[in-house]
């Protein structure tokens, strides 16, 4: 069965290869003492750890333990095995201070100037009830029952503790983290993730992804920061546009993922090749342009997110779209400005929605007795 090690340098689940499944999940703390907020990240270090070996989530198995009392683990994935099962801790900025400056758990000054509140990007239309949040929790696995069961477990966990605030599932991840996977296809058709960072480059993925020693807050060294972003894409619009104006849109070709300057889908894309009219052949807002190193002054960030279906809205259209999903070290240099700019001028923008939005740091990874974020407290 495929098994990821929970503990290490780095918390799972962020240069893991994608899965291909998503549950993620965000909680409000309740009204806990700073020594019962560090009870709960322990439970949930050690629920977090035993899960993902393809153990129960507690110490007795769901058909085991005291007959009189509820099952320790709900047993839903008792014959699945780990299918890859990765869970991803994150403190998003309330959880540090809440909304009204209130310094709850005695951790404001320990806030990390990275962890930044997102501005107000053009043409945002967030739901309250779907941004923000004080934890997340970002279970992935290749069986979607086992990464439900996995927050499910940890929800249990929480109980009095913390509330579950929002949550998504998602199918079909829309990006690469390995050289060793092939390139997955979002909702518009397109290949995604051919540029991402992905794992077997050290260089990029420690320059771009993992918390420096000296960079902020000691406690982030070899963490990460992850933004969220619930994309609704106006599917239908979309599957009545030209070919060719979706290529335009993307800056790359349907069928291979190549530059529509030329060669294959590695091919590095040439954005000076004119094209016809006197235009560059890959246009100036084209969102593979837009997104690119090259117009953002280096930024990079590793892309993890999946499609979603949530059913369809009352006028008959699919309720779709993209979980984005990215990580990186410093969100100043490599989200905000990336998404600044295709804020601005995406050729996208015409058939995506921006509807939820999220920030979490993402501390390093745990050694085995250790829990999670316990450098923080
Ligand atoms: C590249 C789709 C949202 C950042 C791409 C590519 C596609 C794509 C098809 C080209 C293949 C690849 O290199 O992966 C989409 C769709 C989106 C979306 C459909 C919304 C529904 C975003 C957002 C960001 C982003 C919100 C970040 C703010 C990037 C980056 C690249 C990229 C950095 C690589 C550019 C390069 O280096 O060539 N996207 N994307 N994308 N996208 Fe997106």
Same mark, same amino acid.
Request: proline share 12%; net charge neutral; hydrophobic share 30%.
């Given at each position: 069965a495929l098994t990821y090690p929970f503990h290490g340098e780095h918390q799972a689940g962020i $240069? $893991? *290869?994608?899965?291909d499944r998503l549950h993620f999940a965000v909680f409000d703390v309740d009204d806990i003492s700073r020594t019962e907020l560090i009870g709960l990240l322990q439970d949930w270090t050690t629920a977090a750890a035993r899960m993902s070996q393809g153990s129960s989530a507690g110490e007795f198995a769901p058909d085991a333990g005291p007959y009189e009392a509820p099952p320790e683990d709900t047993g839903e994935a008792m014959d699945l095995g780990p299918t890859g099962l990765t869970i991803t801790f994150g403190f998003g900025p309330t959880l540090f201070t809440t909304a009204d400056g209130d310094d709850r758990f005695g951790l404001a000054a320990r806030r990390p100037r990275a962890l930044v509140d997102l501005p107000k990007f053009s043409g945002d239309m967030l739901d309250e009830r779907i941004s923000g949040g004080d934890l997340c929790i970002q279970a992935c696995a290749d069986d979607p029952q086992v990464a439900v069961h996995a927050i499910r477990n940890l929800s249990r966990i929480a109980f009095g503790r913390a509330s579950l605030r929002y949550s998504q599932l998602g199918f079909g991840r829309t990006s690469s983290t390995s050289t060793a996977q092939v390139t997955p296809r979002n909702l518009f058709g397109f290949k995604d993730g051919t540029a991402n960072l992905k794992?077997?480059?050290p260089e990029g993925v420690d320059g771009h992804v993992w918390v420096g020693e000296g960079d902020d807050q000691a406690w982030m060294a070899g963490g990460s920061y992850l933004v969220s972003r619930k994309i609704r894409m106006n599917i239908e619009p979309w599957d009545r546009t030209r070919l060719s104006e979706q290529e335009r849109s993307i /800056?790359?070709?349907? #069928?291979? /993922? %190549? *530059?529509? +300057? #030329?060669g294959d889908e590695f $091919? %590095? *894309?040439d954005f000076a090749m004119p094209g016809s009219g006197g235009q560059p052949i890959i246009a100036e807002h084209s969102h593979m342009r837009l997104a690119h190193p090259d117009t953002n002054g280096g930024a990079r960030m590793l892309r993890r997110g999946y499609n979603f279906v949530d059913g369809n809205d009352d006028l008959g259209r699919l309720d779709a779209g993209l979980f984005f999903i990215c990580f990186q070290r410093d969100p100043?240099?490599?989200?905000? *400005?990336?998404?600044t700019r295709l804020?601005? +001028?995406d050729l996208l923008n015409e058939y995506i929605r921006h509807v939820g939005s999220a920030i979490f740091a993402v501390p390093g990874g745990t050694s085995e007795g250790g829990y999670v974020g316990s450098l923080l407290f």
């Open positions: $240069t $893991t *290869p994608a899965q794992a077997e480059d /800056g790359r070709t349907k #069928g291979q /993922g %190549a *530059p529509l +300057s #030329g $091919t %590095a *894309p100043e240099r490599a989200f905000i *400005p990336v998404q804020a601005g +001028s």
